[in-house]
């Protein structure tokens, strides 16, 4: 069973893979496949409740999926995102939203989309026995102040805080930490420099780990990310089944003799 703690192990040695799941099925397949890390994402938003943004994605949302994924996994450790304003607003009611991610929903460890801000928190939750996995570069939760989804830390000012904000987490007791879509040079020193893996996405090949949204490998999603990677087509393996069962019902194909079964003794019910 991959731990917190094996992660640490295993950074700079071997690399760490970590996918997206939201549903069980998906979950098996992934943690069959042998990947270290299964994220249940907040990416949840758009990639498959329908939203424009992850903002009004809730905190029961991925309680209830994260429960689905840890069901159908083995192997993995599997993290819960935690929403927008999920935490941050109020110490108690953090500690009981990430706790119940843990408690009730059988996750391993919650991620949160970090900053100056999350720092005591990280050291609070770290504490009580709640792994905390931080998130830096690009934040999607804070797109109305980011102003979209552009990369991050792209100046030598923006570059140096990043780096001293990850440094502050690693220390408050993060065990991992993401970088999102920001210069691969800037996340290599960034790997460099911590002791904690580090996980990117759209942050170069320097990482201990890379992470992938499961839709955008799938080849289900709408509109993916310029660092997005498709490794499949699942979309057309299902429209060929969807289109298969149509033609199978309209022409009488299904259901055939085997799919059902008469009784004798109730043929004559009038
Ligand atoms: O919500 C999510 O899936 C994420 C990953 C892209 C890191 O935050």
Redesign the pocket.
């Known amino acids: 069973m991959v731990t917190t703690q094996g992660l640490r192990e295993q950074a700079g040695s071997e690399p760490i893979t970590m996918l997206?799941a939201y549903d069980a099925p998906t979950a098996r397949v992934i943690d069959e496949a042998g990947i270290d890390v299964i994220?249940v994402?907040?990416?949840m938003g758009n990639a498959v409740l329908g939203y424009e943004s992850?903002l009004p994605v809730t905190i029961e949302e991925v309680k209830n999926r994260t429960a689905a994924v840890a069901r159908a996994t083995e192997n993995a450790l599997v993290v819960a995102?935690m929403p927008f304003l999920s935490f941050g607003v109020d110490e108690a009611e953090t500690i009981h939203n990430a706790g119940g991610m843990l408690k009730e929903a059988g996750a391993d460890a919650v991620?949160i989309e970090s900053g100056h801000h999350t720092v005591e928190l990280t050291e609070r939750l770290t504490q009580l026995g709640i792994p905390v996995m931080a998130?830096l570069g690009l934040t999607?939760q804070s797109v109305n102040q980011l102003g979209g989804y552009g990369r991050q830390g792209t100046t030598v000012d923006a570059a140096r805080t990043l780096l001293a904000t990850a440094r502050d987490h690693q220390e408050a007791g993060a065990f991992s930490l993401?970088l999102?879509h920001i210069p691969a040079n800037v996340a290599a020193q960034v790997t460099a420099e911590l002791s904690i893996p580090t996980i990117g996405?759209g942050a170069g090949a320097d990482c201990d780990g890379q992470?992938l949204?499961i839709t955008d490998v799938f080849g289900l999603a709408d509109r993916s990310p310029p660092f997005s990677a498709q490794f499949g087509d699942v979309k057309a393996e299902m429209e060929t089944a969807v289109d298969r069962y149509r033609e199978a019902v309209e022409t009488g194909e299904f259901p055939a003799d085997e799919h059902s079964r008469s009784d004798p003794e109730l043929d004559e019910l009038y």
């Open positions: 997206t994220l994402g907040d990416s992850t995102d991620k998130h999607p993401v999102e996405i992470v949204v």
